[in-house]
């Protein structure tokens, strides 16, 4: 009953959400208040009868109602609570639901947020909204609905896929859409903007906290998805330049270059069309990113319930928003008036690198992941592109953004002096080099990770400095302090995201540079030496958990030959499915990790298949993202940045 | 200077650089893909077309039953079919988790002078339903493929 209920209201929010795109898009047309009014009421109720449904769908999932054919395929009545939760968008029906209510949810706060907003914009993008709605509610219910029944329901479900019972995955889609969708508002604004023909400054104001919301929710679910796979898949890696990899960091890319641009927009009123197109370039690229996902018309090593004629439907959707929008943009950006001037050296000409810098590695990520479906159009032959070439390509292009970045933020508006910045310059890059060098041939690093250490160091002593120099470091104690509560907040963030970009460089640089591993076979009472730890093989037992069985691995992990704690790597065999997986251990520590996996059980000679890794810094790299978002919450909550801000034209 | 200048000036600077990263990205990526690309083949493709020895590609299909063994420690073999040839693979390391005799399978490698594969990383998918999808191609073709629910 729960979910037919759900399923209802699922085909009413379709209904509703037609209503959206129409009568507001035509309330403007003919100039009708009334009629724009209502987008406000749709977008309201369409979330809430999607958030029922939603709801009626997560009701089975709980209660393990095998009724349901997506909740037989895929839940298991003797799961642990929060996967069978997560169940439900572990697939490909309940992730596009989860992906419908936040994209309602999102028009809702619109409406709620964008009150005080221009009636005609809020109207015109929650009917944009309302269009894209429509295209998706459509989508789940003829091609992909997940209230169909079974007529003859079994006892217990089929189980849901092991390796992805993991709590950073449960949470990891959520947060990735809340980012994906959260681009569909910079790009209905953009394209209500497009309609009205006009862009100033409270524009950019209104988008800007979107697309920084956009961002920061895109950063988090990247990075949980990257913690996953460190955690879960036992090769003590964290990032593949997997298809499904890349589909999620274009779209971060784009939206990257989209908050600095706005920053330009905002604050100088010029590179307006620029900022529109990434908005419609960064939602055209999340748009890919499902396709890519859910098409499997790429090989990826991880990507789930893919179909490929449900691909299809999506790669139509992602040419009719996207040649829709880039079309309107082509005739209407002409007369997008940009307002002031500037010099190449200045902030603007800076930021203006960083986007041709971001727009150019979002587009050679494209072709790499693309490339394999040419090559499998053109001529017939199956390839795929490795680590190698997104290593070759992606990171030089980065390194002259990075040597920007560190002195970007003390440049001036419209016209900048470099002679008054050479000292500080000079001073940066020496010390950089000089910690770079003592780390290097203290440690026999290698040219790159010479490079990517002097990188990291070079950002972040530049943000130190910069960030020292507004507050007037060596000034009077109460100049200082009256500088550092009255900068504004926005600033803080920027110095932050710099710093975890800082913090990231030098994770990954270290990490990859010094990482050692060791592959062998051991038995009990064995001990295997890495870097400066000694482990030893001590116990083995069976144990027994909620759905899994599991053979656990005791090693007493000794550094310097004092114990330092235990390691306890499980091999985990879930009945339903008939899969084991491997739980790899990790010691966490803040200068390395230490990572064992347990393999299987050699029975000729009675030892195990074993791995370990030893990756100095990794932690650095989860630490570098923390900045990132904490900068990136640090500028929402700056007041001028506030959601609905309608702003009061500071006189400056 | 006027305005008309500067505003010619700044054009000319932004095409300037992104004539200079368009230039440079195409260098890079015509310089990385060289190596960079991996090639697919079924164990039938690698017996008729000369594969380069040494030349590092993947190699799919399914994990013939009752092929799998330990030679010492965790170095193993096994063999990969398409339905029509078999290829013998050799591996030295932990096996992914998903590996099974009977199951798809993706192995990178190259190939060494007795024309066994030498394989350097095992692929495995996160679906234990998975089958790579050109060797699903592959199985259709020699009508070794069956329908599995």
Redesign the interface.
Known sequence: MVTEFGHFLLALSLSISLIQFLIPAIGVKINSINMMKTASLSAYLSFIFVLFSFLALLWAYITSDFSVALVAKNSHSLKPLIYKISGLWGNHEGSLLLWILILTFYSAAISYLGKRLPLKLVSLVLSIQGLIAVAFISFILFTSNPFIRVFYPNIEGEGFNPILQDFGLAIHPPFLYLGYVGLSVSFSFSIAALFIGRVDTLWVKWVRPWALIAWIFLTIGIALGSWWAYRELGWGGWWFWDPVENASFMPWLATTALLHSSIVAEKRDTLKAWTILLAIVAFSFSLLGTFIVRSGVLISVHSFAADPSRGLYILLLLFLFTGGALFLFAKKSPDLKSGSLFQPISREGALIINNIIFSSAAATVLVGTLYPLFIDALSNSKVSVGPPYFESVFIPLMVPAILICAFSPMLSWKRAIISNLYERIIAIFILSILITSILVLLHDGSPTAFLGLFLGFWLMLGTIYEIAFKIGIGKKLEIVLNRIVNLPRSTYGMSLAHLGVAVFIIGVTVSSAWREDIEKSISLGDEIFIKNYKLIFSSYDKIQGPNWVADKGTFFIFKNNINIGSLYPERRFFPASQVTTSEPAIMSRVFSDLYVVLGEKITENNSYAIRVYYSPLLNWIWFGIILMVLGGIFSISDRKHRLGYTGFKKVS | MN?AK??R??RF??IL??FI??S??VF??L???R???????SPSEVKTINVIEGKTF?LGGLVVEESFE?IV??KVQFMVTDGVNNIMVMY???????FREGQGV?CEGKLDPNGNFIAERI??????NYM???VVDKLKETDQWKERN
């Open positions: 305005i500067i505003k000036r700044r600077m932004i650089f992104c990263a368009i440079i990205s890079l990526i310089n990385a893909s190596d960079s690309l991996i090639f697919f083949y993947r330990y420690n965790t030295e390391g932990v096996l992914p988790d998903l993706i692929l495995a998918k996160h679906d234990e790579p999808p050109e």
